[in-house]
């Protein structure tokens, strides 16, 4: 049952959290969370004890188009491991970009009991690519409605990405993060560079 009745205002400003590490949630097979790791709780703002029993969609930011849920549900309910790029909405109206890798979480007799969700942060790259598309699903559907939205969405996907959503947002965010690596392994060299033939003048 949600608790948390009060929507926050919404801040136009990203939450600092340690995005190093993977935030982890356990929800039942109604998306009700069992479980929050530390993590969970240092980007969203809530406690543990607040999101336990909560519904995971307290978290859902109001940029996000519901098509990339309908694509996640469905996924679920045919016992799929499915991933998303999702901007999240924390307690106090601020928000954070993850990639979330969805599992099927299964009892001994092989019954599904539940999802585990993993979460990385992206680079920035990705949420530049990504954003204006869900905007523009969200205009459709505030216009037209979400079943046009989810039309749209299925023959953008096929016509110029020729992927399928689980596939496109893997491959964006692979190639992304090689990119941003290789230029964070740049700046290094550079920088040691620079110290190597400054460093005898600042001394």
């Known amino acids: 049952m949600n608790t948390i009745t009060t929507p926050p205002t919404i801040i136009n400003e990203e939450i600092t959290w340690d995005t190093n590490k993977t935030i982890v949630s356990k929800t039942d097979v109604f998306g009700t969370i069992l479980y929050a790791n530390d993590i969970f709780s240092e980007a969203s703002e809530y406690s543990t004890l607040e999101l336990i029993g909560e519904p995971h969609n307290i978290i859902r930011h109001p940029d996000m188009p519901k098509v990339t849920f309908t694509l996640l549900w469905q996924a679920l309910k045919n016992e799929e ?3 998303a790029i999702v901007k999240n909405l924390t307690k106090y109206g601020k928000y954070y970009w993850v990639i979330t890798d ?4 299964r009892d001994d007799t092989g019954k599904v009991t539940g999802y585990t969700a993993r979460r990385k942060s992206v680079p920035k790259s990705v949420v530049e690519k990504i954003a204006p598309l869900y905007k523009t699903l969200l205009d459709i559907e505030k216009n ?3 079943k046009v939205s989810e039309m749209y969405f299925h023959a953008y996907l096929n016509e110029e990405i020729g992927k399928s959503y689980d596939d496109f947002v893997v491959d964006l965010f692979e190639e992304e993060s090689k990119k941003e690596k290789k230029l964070q392994n740049k700046a290094k060299r550079i920088k040691g560079l620079q110290w190597f ?3 005898e003048y600042e001394s």
Do not use: A, L, M, R
């Open 102 to 105: 969805f599992t099927i979480d």
């Open 81 to 83: 491991n499915f991933h």
């Open 197 to 199: 033939f400054f460093s």
């Open 144 to 146: 037209k409605g979400e």
